[in-house]
């Protein structure tokens, strides 16, 4: 077929909607297909130009404890505390146990939850997959501070390659726990799902509060950080990008 043969539909475009439990939740939709086009042979398109890369980050190798925890101690000296004092001498320990936790996604590859598909026939066409509200915490690497909120990520899958939902949640998991920018984080979620499912679109959207914003002097805002970022048809279609904005961001389903 031709790139640019519009597609028409054969039958009305349906909905489905699950909500479990509040968070996150999924919905199967058939996009209208007219003037989709199939980049399922073509997967180096489907990349944006930003991080291009980004998806293959190397995991860092292992973490040296006795020196985060040497760290910590040195952090409390410096800001005049004595860290042998009651309530703080466990402190260094506990924190090193923290930044471990919460640097994992470094030392994790997003190949191991994509890798596991598994085959769903569609009815004909494209059917979207989308999971939205997947709560995500970070390291914001410019001060060290967390920042964190919720994912909202779809994919039009092709060649009926599908990944189990929870895989895209722990994907948003291996990029946020790291030390991080949000625009990063956004780019290599999509970036891995483009090369491990070679889908015909990828689009996420990152709501994100930064602590380094809210709880530093005169910066306080109660302001959230939105990114995006869209990979194939959700790049080059503006109207297939603008029905999966208004999917993800889509309000009154609380
Ligand atoms: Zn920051």
């Not at 939740?25 to 991080?51: E, F, I, K, M, N």
């Not at 890369?53 to 800001?79: F, K, Q, W, Y």
């Not at 996420?204 to 005169?218: F, K, N, Q, S």
Request: charged share 25%; glycine share 8%; proline share 6%.
């Amino acid at each position: 077929m031709s790139p640019s043969t519009p597609i028409q539909p054969s039958q009305p475009p349906t909905t489905r909607m699950h909500f479990c439990n509040g968070s996150p939740d999924v919905s199967t939709t058939p996009l209208s297909r007219a003037g989709l086009r199939d980049l399922s042979h073509a997967p180096a398109s489907l990349r944006g130009s930003d991080a291009s890369s980004a998806a293959r980050v190397a995991p860092s190798t292992g973490v040296d404890r006795p020196r985060l925890e040497r760290a910590v101690r040195e952090i409390l000296l410096a800001i005049g505390e004595d860290p042998d004092r009651d309530g703080l001498h466990e402190t260094p320990a506990r924190a090193a146990k923290a930044w471990i936790d919460l640097s994992a996604g470094s030392r994790d590859d997003a190949a191991r939850h994509l890798g596991k598909q598994f085959a769903h026939r569609t009815t004909g066409g494209h059917e979207l997959v989308a999971v939205r509200g997947v709560e995500f915490y970070s390291l914001c690497e410019h001060h060290l501070l967390p920042f964190f909120g919720r994912a909202h990520v779809a994919y039009l899958p092709a060649n009926d390659r599908v990944c189990g939902l929870s895989k895209v949640a722990r994907t948003v998991d291996v990029f946020a726990r790291r030390l991080q920018m949000q625009e990063r984080l956004t780019a290599q979620i999509a970036d891995a799902i483009v090369e491990h499912l070679a889908p015909v679109g990828v689009a996420v959207v990152l709501e994100g509060a930064h602590m380094c914003m809210r709880m530093r002097g005169a910066a306080k805002s109660d302001s959230d950080m939105l990114t995006t970022a869209f990979r194939g048809v959700f790049d080059t279609q503006p109207a297939q990008r603008a029905e999966v904005l208004s999917l993800l961001l889509g309000r009154g389903r609380d």
